[in-house]
């Protein structure tokens, strides 16, 4: 059983950066692929990014194209925490962020098991 607990959502005006934590409970943390989503207030939930360890230095990432060059995915194996860096933020960014884990890769919501209970970002133009 994986647990999921997300952290460091706000409130922050136009441009500006926030960076939202995910601390994992449970085995096997690095096989995982570690993923954030987002929902919008009357939106289905979409994802934002994706990361997978492919063993040494290697790992694998994707972003939907919206955050593309302004959020970075990346995570820690040791702590078993993930981040997302969020910079150069917009109005249409504002949502609740969830952190996910799945034996998989990929950006369908479907595919990912476990789920966090989400953090409020809200940024204000």
């Known amino acids: 059983q994986v647990q999921l607990v997300e952290s460091g959502g706000g409130l922050v005006q136009a441009g500006g950066s926030l960076r939202l934590s995910c601390t994992v409970s449970?085995?096997?943390?690095?096989?995982?692929?570690m993923a954030w989503f987002r929902q919008a207030p009357g939106k289905e939930r979409e994802f934002v990014a994706a990361?997978?360890?492919?063993?040494?230095?290697?790992?694998?990432?994707n972003y939907t194209d919206s955050v593309k060059g302004r959020f970075t995915i990346s995570r820690d194996n040791d702590k078993k925490m993930v981040y997302l860096q969020m910079n150069s933020l917009r109005p249409d960014d504002t949502a609740v962020y969830y952190c996910?884990?799945?034996?998989?890769?990929?950006?369908?919501?479907?595919?990912?098991?476990?789920w966090g209970q989400g953090t409020q970002v809200t940024v204000s133009s």
């Open positions: 990361l997978r360890w492919g063993g040494g230095k290697t790992y694998y990432t």
């Open positions: 996910a884990a799945s034996t998989q890769y990929g950006p369908t919501l479907a595919q990912y098991d476990y």
């Open positions: 449970g085995r096997s943390f690095s096989t995982y692929t």
